[in-house]
């Protein structure tokens, strides 16, 4: 499955994940044997292979000619693309989408190859031993689509309001491929947005690129809303000689989000968080979740009454991202990173791997209007020099490609941070009755009574990024100790009540939504080898605390302004 609507109806398209591929490994007990790998799919989810961290070839023939464009939308975490048996594509990180065009192919058939690698190596600044698990393999589809002399690159749609009036601006690129000198055509576009209509007229000399903008003012506009998650579709269309050879549609929602002194305004309506942090990870699927498991993880969070997920640490599948625009789920999602103190940032390679996870997850997010924030590097070095060189050119990054959302960082360096200047919203991790042993609502008041004093955060919005406790799922003793679903339950219900009723705070995310995999070689102690903060364990049952968080969750409603209402 690629999107949870059409994207083409001119273009063909085909997946070729979705069956079994031959899977080589490249080291270790079965090296050079052949065995079938169900794709999308993580390799740790077949039994001898649960372990394996190494490289590993996929194959898989396919029949075609002419122009293609191939689309990986995840590989973990590293790629390497063999078409025929020439490389032409390298990819690094696992949570980012790619394309390569190929020009020309002959006809007949032609096997696609790709390499994946999991290794944490000298070439990885981001993928490193963690508190949740870089797998391996081929974790999100592939497909092939086929073009003509013409394609559609991307669809951007900005929402804004403007003297009362709704406005759509409507960014496009088209890439004309293969066009023969001496050569010309006459290109037309038409666009429409429910019943407004557009269109480009240009003609084309040479093999270029066009990007194109237009802005609509909307007559008559349903709002988007956690309440009513209501979409529009974008479609585009390319003529040429009469006949439509190309077309692109995406799906958008009007919506603004903005900040306002200390509130986090969404259609003007001052915004209350109740939400968990997300690692895509599941026991039988590893991070390659299929749709039906994941919209069931949206079920389970919207039923315990909360309104928004934060993507910790990385930028999401597209299907999540897809079915959070259709339930009205607000998300909070991030680039990747977790924890990388300065001499991990100091990495040759991290500024330029970090700065691409940006640029890919802004241009293929951008129209989800479930994405209300984008965070940047969670927990890493906010309280250094050199870390704030980079928190800045990040957020100068982010705002120069989205001037529509704020953005934030997840911190734990509060009292030393040096950064609460530069974000829209300061976020804090807190575990007050976890790892640091006090009431809750004393430590939200030293937290935040720094920020204020000598943090630099004066007057800005303030979220709690997370807050929990661990708690096996299972475990129970007559004391409520420490990792019993019981203490666990009263951690939450005192960390999130405490979070809601502080006046300052604009919500919480709950560390976490399930227990997780953490990477072998991290380690840190952590009973069965994985982050039990889960609120549901990693099949998704729940515990003690996801009723207890549900109960305080429902009695908060999504906006302050309907509490004084
Ligand atoms: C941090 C971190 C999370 C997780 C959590 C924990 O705040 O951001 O990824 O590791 O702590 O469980 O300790």
Not at 184 to 193: F, M, N, V
Not at 327 to 333: A, D, N, Q, R, S
Not at 417 to 423: H, T, V, Y
Request: net charge negative; hydrophobic share 35%; proline share 4%.
């Amino acid at each position: 499955m690629i999107r949870t609507f059409e994207t083409h109806k001119v273009r063909k398209q085909t997946e070729l994940t979705g069956c079994l591929w031959e899977f080589e490994p490249c080291c270790g007990e079965y090296v050079r044997q052949k065995f079938m790998l169900a794709t999308p799919g993580c390799w740790e989810t077949h039994p001898l292979f649960a372990d394996y961290r190494g490289e590993g070839v996929y194959r898989k023939y396919f029949q075609g000619e002419g122009n293609i464009r191939i689309e990986c939308k995840g590989v973990s975490h590293t790629a390497t693309v063999y078409l025929d048996g020439k490389q032409i594509a390298r990819h690094y990180n696992a949570y980012t989408p790619f394309s390569v065009i190929v020009r020309n192919m002959e006809a007949g058939e032609h096997l696609l190859e790709i390499k994946a690698d999991n290794r944490f190596n000298e070439d990885s600044a981001l993928h490193i031993p963690n508190d949740y698990m870089s797998y391996g393999g081929i974790s999100r589809p592939i497909v092939v689509e086929w073009l003509g002399e013409f394609y559609f690159e991307f669809v951007h749609v900005k929402t804004y309001r403007k003297d009362g009036k709704w406005h759509a601006g409507i960014d496009t690129a088209v890439s004309v491929l293969n066009m023969g000198q001496n050569e010309e055509r006459d290109i037309l576009i038409k666009g429409q947005i429910g019943k407004e209509e557009f269109c480009w007229e240009f003609s084309v000399e040479k093999q270029e690129r066009f990007e194109l903008h237009t802005d609509l003012e909307m007559d008559q506009v349903e709002v988007w809303s956690p309440e009513s998650p209501k979409l529009y579709q974008v479609e585009l269309q390319l003529f040429q000689g009469g006949e439509k050879v190309d077309d692109l549609i995406d799906r958008f929602g009007f919506r603004e989000v903005c900040v306002h002194g200390g509130s986090i305004l969404l259609n003007g309506k001052s915004l209350r968080i109740k939400g968990v942090c997300r690692h895509e990870d599941h026991p039988d699927y590893g991070c390659a979740i299929p749709y039906q498991a994941i919209y069931n993880d949206l079920v389970l969070i919207q039923q315990m009454g909360a309104n928004s997920i934060r993507t910790a640490h990385y930028p999401n599948d597209e299907i999540f991202l897809d079915l959070c625009d259709e339930l009205g789920i607000l998300v909070w999602e991030e680039n990747h990173a977790r924890g990388l103190e300065e001499d991990r940032m100091k990495h040759p390679l991290f500024e330029e791997q970090a700065e691409k996870v940006i640029r890919e997850m802004i241009a293929c997010h951008y129209n989800h209007p479930s994405i209300y924030i984008w965070g940047i590097l969670n927990e890493c070095a906010s309280e250094t020099a050199y870390g704030r060189s980079c928190y800045e050119k990040q957020f100068h990054l982010i705002r120069e490609m989205d001037d529509t959302r704020p953005c934030t960082f997840a911190s734990c360096k509060f009292f030393q941070d040096i950064c609460f200047d530069l974000p829209d919203v300061i976020s804090c991790n807190l575990y007050p009755r976890w790892y640091v042993d006090k009431p809750v609502r004393d430590y939200l008041d030293e937290v935040y009574g720094w920020i204020e004093e000598d943090g630099k955060g004066k007057g800005k919005p303030f979220i709690v990024s997370e807050i929990g406790a661990g708690g096996l799922y299972g475990c129970h003793n007559a004391y409520r100790g420490k990792w019993t679903e019981e203490y666990q339950a009263d951690a939450l219900t005192e960390q999130v009540t405490e979070c809601l009723e502080f006046s300052e705070c604009l919500g919480v995310y709950i560390w976490q939504f399930c227990d997780v995999r953490v990477s072998r070689e991290w380690f840190a102690g952590r009973p069965r080898e994985m982050n039990n903060k889960g609120i549901v364990d990693e099949y998704r049952r729940p515990k003690a605390a996801y009723e207890r968080v549900a109960e305080i969750f429902k009695r908060y409603s999504n906006y302050y302004d309907s509490d004084k209402a």
